[in-house]
C-alpha cells in the first residue's frame, strides 16, 4: 500500500505500465506469501523482525525474496521517473523520490536480513532505518508544500515587478513567476487568427510538443494569448493553482501586451510594405531614367568632340555638367530610398560609408545574413549614426561592429569625439533611430559623457 501510494503521487495515478504491474504484484505477493504462511505457521512468527532461531514455514523466505525483487523494482522505477522529469519537477520533487528510493532499499535490506537468519541487533537497525526515512519521506511532502507557498507569494513580487519594470518583457515576469524558463508567450493579432510574440512576428503556438503544454488566456474560443510552458505546471493540482493565479494576475498587463504586439505587427506589415516600395522605386529609377541621363551624358560628351565653335562648346559643357550633377543626384535619392547594395549583404550596403567618410571609419560585420527588414533598419540606424558623428563629434575615429547575439543583430557605433550627445527639442536624430529600433521590438542605448566619446548600441530581434 505504501508503494501504491508513493508511486502514484501527486495525483493519484500510476502512469505507466510498469508502475501499475509493479503495485499488483506487490498486493498478489503479500496476499498470497503472507495468506498461506498464516495458514501453515504454528504458531505464527515475525517474519523480518522476529526470532532468527524460530521455525518458519516455506513462505515467509519466498515471500521475503519476492519483497526484495520487488523492491528493487520499486527503486529502478523512482529513480527512471525522476530522470524523466523536467528541471522545475526534480526541483520540486527531488528529495520526496530520493526519501521513496531509501525507503525500498531500507525495506530490501530488511527482507535480506530475514532470509539470511541476521541477528535481532541488526533487524533493530533496520527498523531504525525504516522510521528514519519515513521521517524524511514526511520533510519531502511538507518541503514541497512550502514552495508552493513561497512560489504562491510570487504572484505579489510579480505584480509589483511588472508595475515598477516596465521595460522587462512581460515573457520574462512569468517565466520568472512560474521558475519555467522555457516559457513562450504567443499573442493572437486583432481581428485575426494570426499569433505573434512581443516583437511582432508570426509565432504560432504549437499544437503539441512532448512534455509542453497550452494554456490558454481570455475567453474560451478566441483567447488573447496562450502561454506554451513545461507540462509539469499543469500535471500537478498545486502547481496548476499557481499558473491559473499568476494568468489572472496578470491578464491586464497581457492584454497591453498583446495590443503592443499587435501593433508591432502591424507597423512591421508596414515597414516590409515600405521597404518594398523603395525597393520598387529604387529599381525603377535605376533602369529608366538613370540610364536615360547616363546615355543622354554620353553623346554630349560625343557632340563636344565634333563641334568647334567655342559658344556651342561652352552651352554644351554646361549641359554636361548638368547631366552629371542630375546623375549624381539621382544616385543619392536611390541609394536613400533602398540600398541595392543591400541585396549582397549588409557589409556590402555600408562600404559606400568608408569611401565617403572624411573621418577614419573602421567596420566590423559578422558574415551573417539577416532578415531584409532587420538589416534595412540596421542600415538607416548605422547611417544617421555616422553622419552625426561626422558633423558633430569632432572625432578622429569611428568603429562600427555588427555581431549575432543569441538570435538577435547587436550593432554598436562608436567614436572619440567630444560626446555630450542628447535628445533636443526639434532633433531627429537620436529619436528617428530610437522609434525604428522600438517599431522592430529592439534596444536603443547610448552612452555620451562629455568629452567621452559616444557609444551607440542597438539589437534587433531576428523572429
Known amino acids: ?55 518458519y514455514s516455506v513462505w515467509a523466505p519466498v515471500g521475503s525474496v519476492l519483497a526484495i525483487v520487488l523492491a528493487a ?6 529513480i527512471q521517473r525522476w530522470r524523466c522529469e523536467p528541471p522545475p519537477a526534480r526541483r520540486e520533487r527531488g528529495l520526496f523520490w530520493a526519501a521513496v528510493a531509501f525507503i525500498g532499499a531500507v525495506f530490501a535490506a530488511g527482507s535480506l536480513a530475514a532470509v539470511a537468519r541476521a541477528p535481532a541487533a541488526f533487524h533493530s537497525a533496520m527498523l531504525l532505518a525504516y522510521t528514519c526515512s519515513l521521517l524524511v519521506l514526511g520533510g519531502a511532502v511538507l518541503l514541497g508544500s512550502l514552495r508552493v507557498q513561497i512560489a504562491h507569494r510570487s504572484v505579489s513580487r510579480m505584480l509589483t515587478q511588472l508595475s515598477s519594470d516596465r521595460e522587462r518583457p512581460l515573457r520574462d515576469v512569468l517565466a520568472e513567476a512560474l521558475e519555467d ?59 496548476r493553482e499557481l499558473l491559473n493565479a499568476v494568468v489572472a494576475a496578470a491578464m491586464l498587463h497581457l492584454d497591453n501586451a498583446r495590443l503592443q504586439a499587435d501593433n508591432r505587427a502591424k507597423i512591421r506589415g508596414i515597414t516590409q510594405a515600405e521597404a518594398a516600395t523603395r525597393s520598387t522605386i529604387s529599381r525603377a529609377l535605376h533602369d529608366g531614367s538613370q540610364h536615360r541621363l547616363s546615355a543622354l551624358q554620353h553623346l554630349v560628351g560625343r557632340a563636344l568632340r565634333h563641334h568647334d565653335h567655342a559658344k556651342v562648346v561652352q552651352e554644351l559643357h554646361t549641359i554636361q555638367q548638368s547631366l552629371r550633377m542630375a546623375v549624381n543626384d539621382l544616385r543619392e535619392v536611390t541609394q536613400g530610398i533602398y540600398p541595392s547594395a543591400l541585396d549582397r549583404g549588409l557589409r556590402d550596403a555600408l562600404d559606400h560609408l568608408i569611401q565617403q567618410s572624411p573621418i577614419p571609419l573602421t567596420l566590423e560585420v559578422a558574415p551573417t545574413r539577416w532578415p531584409a527588414e532587420v538589416e534595412l533598419t540596421a542600415y538607416f540606424i548605422i547611417s544617421e549614426a555616422v553622419g552625426n558623428a561626422q558633423k558633430h563629434a569632432a572625432a578622429s575615429q569611428i568603429i562600427v561592429v555588427i555581431t549575432e547575439v543569441e538570435g538577435r543583430l547587436a550593432l554598436e557605433v562608436r567614436d572619440d569625439g567630444r560626446g555630450g550627445a542628447c535628445d533636443r527639442p526639434g532633433g531627429r536624430g537620436l529619436r528617428g533611430m530610437r522609434e525604428r529600433a522600438t517599431v522592430h521590438g529592439g534596444t536603443f542605448t547610448i552612452d555620451s559623457p562629455p568629452q567621452g566619446g559616444t557609444t551607440l548600441k542597438v539589437v534587433l530581434p531576428c523572429a
Open 1 to 55: 500500500m505504501l508503494a501504491h501510494l508513493l508511486l502514484a503521487y501527486p495525483d493519484g495515478r500510476l502512469r505507466r505500465r510498469a508502475e501499475r504491474r509493479t503495485v499488483v504484484a506487490l498486493y498478489a505477493v503479500v496476499l498470497v506469501t503472507q495468506g498461506l504462511r498464516t495458514l501453515t505457521e504454528d504458531p505464527l512468527q515475525p517474519q523480518m523482525a522476529g526470532d532468527p532461531d524460530a521455525e
Open 73 to 78: 523494482v520499486v527503486v529502478v522505477l523512482v
Open 181 to 239: 524558463p522555457t516559457l513562450t508567450l504567443h499573442y493572437r493579432r486583432e481581428n485575426s487568427d494570426e499569433y505573434v510574440n512581443e516583437s511582432g512576428f508570426s509565432s504560432p503556438p504549437p499544437l503539441w510538443a512532448e512534455g509542453r503544454a497550452r494554456t490558454p488566456v481570455g475567453p474560451p474560443g478566441k483567447p488573447l494569448a496562450y502561454l506554451v510552458h513545461d507540462a509539469f505546471l499543469v500535471e500537478w493540482p498545486r502547481r
